[in-house]
């Protein structure tokens, strides 16, 4: 059985004057459990709304989600969640931001610090434990972002283009980093990204979606093999995907930008 | 390359000016208007009855403290002001943010106190003569007035733009209502709330000597209106610095206990 079942999702928000926008249409997809699954689609075509309705953070007009068979009703500590923008607590150092959801679940002072200690290790920001969020660059803010979700243990980690506002070369070590956490921890990931090289680097398959109103058009699977090397995105495997995924979401990007 | 100069002094639209040159600046425009202040009236081209020279006012000070126990008018006033004031945000700050958190409970308050808001202090000062008489509880219940409508809106509208952001990615850590409201919407507010009181306490200065002016019988606003009876300037306009200077100190003293609370907001 998959961990995450999306049935029949679908999403319309009401607009002006009676108008209504369909976000999404009706979605089936499946996650299996240790999954690393990235959905690539064009900018506004509601795969950040998919991801939201899954976090319990927007609900679905029509179909649901369940998670280890149990209906998602709302947002919950067993879905962690990276977002786009810079969500750290800037009145929180580093370790405290780490330590609010075990703080929250009631977790002892000492283990709250031997946990956060680890994953602050774990992203390489040993040093940083009592730096403000404004202290730190954006990486190192969403490297933050991403230890206090993996610090909660959540069941699957959803990640929102947690890399799209932050240089190129930042991005490529913070995927590499990524790929790293989830090759050694396994854990569920579902990571939505408009860039298609990063959607092939980390995944092991590929969710495509189309322009608005969302659908999943095609997915892919990626037989790269594991541990990855950056340098994997030189290879004519690595090449041949993109070429197909360019394609793929050329036509959506024309479909978005005449709509 | 070279290191960034401050020049002194340069004529363009934006240019920041030397650290120094603009303290010095500031302090000359005091230096200027006390020396046109001193020409006006040593020159005689006013008369003492209608405003008396510097010198003249710093004298009536001296003597308002040897000889008229003038610090203890100081000290009412300033009792006045803190009480009030404190009272005030005792009830205003956890109303606003009711109001703020919950939009049921803003429904219900928001245009009552909308309308309150526009209510002048200084006119419920008969009113409230007759409710509490001329003792303490009028002045403080003006400052009280004038003060708690302000701090409940302007804390709600602080609270009610929490950022959003921040209270889903709380969300998805496990955080509930409590939490949101304690770990997250209250803590972001912290340094703006505190900021609007360092403002309203400002304004409670002006209501108490409002307050003083009628029926009183201690207090800054009570000398000065003694002095205008006895048409003392000098004393009247010693009175007045003496307030400028009082909420000048409660000022910097306000900033720069919130600079030392929410000092992750100013980094």
């Known amino acids: 059985m998959s961990q995450l079942e999306i049935q029949n999702i679908s999403r319309v928000f009401p607009g002006k004057k009676g108008t209504q926008t369909q976000a999404l249409t009706p979605i089936n997809f499946n996650v299996n459990e240790n999954d690393f699954v990235t959905i690539l689609g064009p900018s506004g075509c509601g795969k950040s709304t ?18 280890d068979g149990k209906r998602i009703t709302g947002p919950g500590a067993d879905r962690g969640m990276v977002f786009q923008s810079y969500t750290l607590f800037p009145w929180l150092t580093v370790e405290q931001n780490i330590c609010f959801g075990l ?23 040993k040093g940083f434990e009592q730096h403000f969020p404004k202290q730190l660059s954006g990486g190192m803010q969403q490297r933050t972002a991403i230890a206090r979700a993996l610090a909660n243990d959540p069941k699957i980690l959803l990640l929102d283009e947690p890399f799209g506002a932050l240089d190129n070369q930042t991005r490529l070590l913070m995927q590499e980093l990524l790929l790293g956490i989830w090759e050694s921890a396994q854990k569920t990931v579902l990571f939505v990204t408009h860039d298609i090289d990063e959607s092939i680097f980390m995944a092991n398959r590929i969710a495509v979606f189309s322009a608005r109103p969302g659908r999943i058009k095609t997915e892919i699977k990626v037989n790269l ?13 690595f090449m041949e995907l993109k070429a197909v995924l360019t394609e793929e979401i050329r036509a959506e990007a024309i479909a978005a930008e005449q709509r | 390359m070279k290191p960034t100069q401050h020049k002194f002094f340069e004529f363009r639209p934006l240019q920041p000016i030397h650290p120094r040159f603009k303290w010095v600046l ?16 040593l020159g005689g081209f006013v008369s003492p009855t209608f405003l008396a020279s510097p010198m003249a006012m710093l004298e009536e000070g001296y003597l308002l403290f040897t000889e008229y126990n003038f610090i203890h008018d100081i000290g009412m006033t300033v009792m006045r002001v803190l009480v009030g004031f404190i009272l005030a945000c005792l009830v205003a700050v956890p109303l606003g943010i009711a109001m703020g958190t919950f939009k049921f409970v803003e429904a219900f308050l928001e245009p009552f106190v909308s309308f309150c808001r526009y209510l002048p202090a ?37 609270v009610g733009n929490a950022r959003k952001d921040l209270v889903e990615a709380a969300y998805t850590l496990g955080a509930r209502s409590k939490g949101i409201v304690h770990r997250v919407i ?13 403002l309203v306490l400002g304004w409670a200065w002006t209501y108490v000597i409002v307050a003083e002016l009628i029926g009183a019988s201690s207090g800054i606003g009570h000398m000065i209106t003694n002095s205008q009876s006895l048409l003392n ?28 609370l929410f000092a992750w907001s100013n980094l």
């Open chain 2, 122 to 158: 200084s006119a419920f000062i008969p009113l409230l003569i007759l409710w509490a008489g001329v003792d303490e509880k009028q002045k403080i219940l003006v400052i009280f007035i004038g003060s708690v409508f302000q701090i409940i809106l302007m804390v709600s509208v602080i």
């Open chain 1, 50 to 67: 998919m991801l939201r309705i899954i976090a319990g953070l927007d609900h679905p007009t029509t179909g649901q989600v369940l998670l």
């Open chain 2, 186 to 198: 209250l803590p972001g507010a912290a340094p703006e709330i505190a900021e609007i009181l360092r």
């Open chain 1, 225 to 237: 093999p594991h541990p990855r090397h950056y340098t994997v995105k030189t290879t004519p495997e």
């Open chain 2, 26 to 41: 500031g302090l000359l425009f005091f230096i200027v208007f006390i020396a046109g202040w001193a020409i006006f009236t």
């Open chain 1, 103 to 125: 703080r929250e679940k009631g977790m002892s002072a000492a283990e709250q610090k031997e946990r956060s200690s680890y994953f602050i290790n774990r992203v390489g920001l």
């Open chain 2, 233 to 260: 300037t000098g004393q009247i306009i010693f009175g007045i610095i003496t307030i400028g200077i009082i909420g000048l100190i409660s000022d910097f003293a306000f900033k720069a206990v919130n600079r030392r």
